[in-house]
């Protein structure tokens, strides 16, 4: 029988490192108390800012709502990267049916893998934007001034 354990506890949603840091805390805890599996709630590792406002009561915007967000729009984890860069979304599984349904799938796509190996799958993640802290944070704030001005743009409309 699996002993499943629920996780209840705050992350910093300003700081992904910090909150997967907790979780591996608690993941190592629940093991040793016997748990062979801990559920986390929603958003765990990105955070959740629970009664945060953003600086945005209802019919105005003030700037430390702004900074607040930007701090936590630069903080969120996004599991794809570039064309030209491996995501991760493609890996993700749903459920244990659907993870085996992934492996078999990837196992079985000898030419893909191929590719991967021989692309320095390796050397690509370590390139990638989420090992690079300065490229990672302009590209995300890159997106965000985009969301932004479009959203921007709509409110003129």
Not at 122 to 130: D, F, G, H, M, N
Request: aromatic share 8%; with cysteine.
């Amino acid at each position: 029988m699996a002993i499943v354990h629920v996780a209840q506890a705050a992350s910093f949603p300003t700081d992904a490192m910090t909150s997967a840091a907790k979780a591996v805390e608690m993941i190592n805890q629940a093991a040793a108390n016997g748990a062979k599996l801990l559920v986390f709630p929603e958003a765990f590792i990105g955070g959740y800012p629970k009664g945060d406002s953003f600086g945005c009561p209802i019919g105005m915007r003030k700037p430390e709502g702004r900074d607040a967000d930007l701090a936590y729009y630069k903080s969120a984890v996004n599991l794809d990267g570039p064309d030209d860069e491996p995501g991760l979304s493609d890996w993700l599984a749903d459920d244990a049916d659907h993870f085996v349904q992934l492996a078999v799938s990837h196992a079985a796509d000898r030419a893909a893998l191929g590719r991967l190996r021989a692309g320095g799958l390796r050397e690509q993640v370590l390139a990638s934007a989420l090992m690079d802290t300065t490229r990672f944070v302009r590209d995300v704030e890159q997106a965000f001034c985009g969301i932004w001005a479009h959203g921007m743009a709509r409110l003129t409309e």
